[in-house]
């Protein structure tokens, strides 16, 4: 099933196209990763795609959208679970077991204001609301900047299992590794954006985006400059 479908995309920045004519559909069990360096639009598309900024061109959506911004846009008077449970509650849910918080490592921190968090425990809670929020049309923008190591590769591993063929993600990050990984397919936002399929070999993949990227970064550190 078709969720997302955008033709002839383009978006004006001070004066100037970020891109123009951009068009990609998503269908379910589809992973579409967003890469490139800063300015080149990334969070931009998903603005568009919610209806944030203005755009030309067409952006059709066929299915509730779950959003997840840079800023996170957590309520801080709220707990964990008031956050959680906030979208959940408009769209007249059930409400989530306590166990589910386990996966995301916030089992001890359910009733706790989210205002009292760090930065990264902060970050998980926003995932897991747009995860559980209902919708299967899922934007992810950013989501895992401020993990650590080994809670970034938890993350992940949580996309790669969890988010099935019910679903779609666009998701925009700055790090290559990230982009291998989760991506069934990645657009690449360079002066001719480009959409390839990640059906290479990681070390291979990861090769041909750094020279569609026009970059010369060596090591582990260096893949994630992009933002």
């Given at each position: 099933?078709?969720l997302?479908k955008?033709?002839n995309l383009?978006?004006i ?7 123009d004519?951009?068009?990609f559909?998503?269908n ?6 967003i890469?490139?360096?800063s ?7 998903l603005?568009?795609i919610?209806?944030?900024i203005e ?7 066929n ?7 840079q ?6 008077h709220k707990?964990?679970r ?21 996966q995301?490592?916030?089992?001890q921190?359910?009733d ?6 760090s930065?990264?425990q902060?970050q998980?809670?926003a995932?897991?609301r747009?995860?559980?929020?209902g ?5 992810f ?5 401020k993990l ?5 590769e938890?993350m ?8 099935t063929?019910?679903?779609?993600l ?6 290559l590794?990230?982009?291998v ?5 990645i657009?690449v936002l ?10 290479l070999?990681?070390d ?9 990227l026009?970059?010369n970064?060596?090591?582990?550190q260096?893949?994630s400059?992009?933002s």
């Open positions: 099933m078709n997302l955008i033709e383009a978006i920045y001070q004066y100037a196209y970020l891109f004519e951009l068009n559909s998503l379910k069990g589809e992973r579409l990763v890469i490139g360096e300015g080149s639009g990334k969070s931009s598309i603005n568009a919610i209806g944030a755009y030309e061109g067409s952006i059709e959506i299915t509730d959208v779950s959003y997840m911004p800023s996170l846009a957590l309520l801080d707990t964990v008031g956050n959680v449970e906030l979208p959940r509650i408009i769209r007249k849910l059930e409400q989530i077991a306590d166990d589910e918080y386990n995301f490592g916030l089992e921190y359910i706790t204001y989210v205002s009292k968090l930065g990264g902060r998980r809670v995932l897991m747009a995860l559980y929020s919708g299967s049309l899922l934007l923008d950013e989501p895992l900047s650590d190591q080994i809670n970034k938890r992940m591993d949580y996309f790669l299992n969890h988010i063929d019910d679903y779609g666009v998701y925009i990050t700055h790090d590794n990230e982009a990984k989760i991506g069934t397919k657009l360079s002066e001719y954006p480009q959409m390839i399929d990640n059906n070999e990681t291979v993949m990861k090769t041909l985006l750094k020279e569609m026009k970059t970064i060596e090591g582990e260096d893949e400059m992009y």
